[in-house]
């Protein structure tokens, strides 16, 4: 049997063409059930946002996902992410109230579909009142 080099070419820029469509296909298929799992979840009632908010930012998404722009961030890049938002404080007090309040210290109260979520952490500190001669 003999091929040519140019049979050749296109049978294996074919087969190129029909590992990249495949490729694609998936996280169009992902992105559109996570859509469409997002989409429930905004018409039931499920999430913090109002439905029309819920819905286009469920939408953003879908579209983001499918330009290949929608990124999913680990936990650890997260915790990173928000150490790293300390680091404005220089005041070592401050420092270490901001670590806390990132790990959750504290009440918390409310929800952002009531108008806001309230944290409260209570420091408590004390002062040496020097002696009157």
């Given at each position: 049997m003999n091929i040519r080099p140019t049979t050749l070419r296109a049978f294996c820029g074919a087969a190129l063409?029909?590992?990249?469509?495949?490729?694609?296909?998936?996280?169009?298929?992902?992105?559109?059930?996570?859509?469409q799992k997002d989409r429930a979840a905004c018409l039931?009632?499920?999430?913090?946002?109002?439905?029309?908010?819920?819905?286009?930012e469920a939408g953003a998404a879908r579209d983001a996902a499918g330009k290949g722009a929608l990124k999913s961030s680990g936990?650890?890049?997260?915790?990173?992410?928000?150490?790293?938002?300390?680091?404005?404080?220089?005041?070592a007090d401050e420092h270490a109230a901001c670590l806390d309040r990132i790990r959750g210290s504290g009440q918390t109260s409310g929800s952002a579909l009531q108008g806001g979520v309230l944290r409260e952490?209570?420091?408590?500190?004390t002062?040496?009142?020097?002696a009157k001669p």
């Open positions: 063409l029909m590992g990249a469509a495949a490729s694609h296909a998936a996280p169009d298929a992902n992105a559109e059930a996570r859509y039931s009632g499920q999430t913090q946002q109002a439905r029309d908010v819920c819905l286009r936990s650890n890049e997260k915790a990173a992410n928000a150490v790293e938002r300390c680091e404005v404080f220089s005041k952490s209570v420091t408590t500190t002062t040496v009142i020097p």
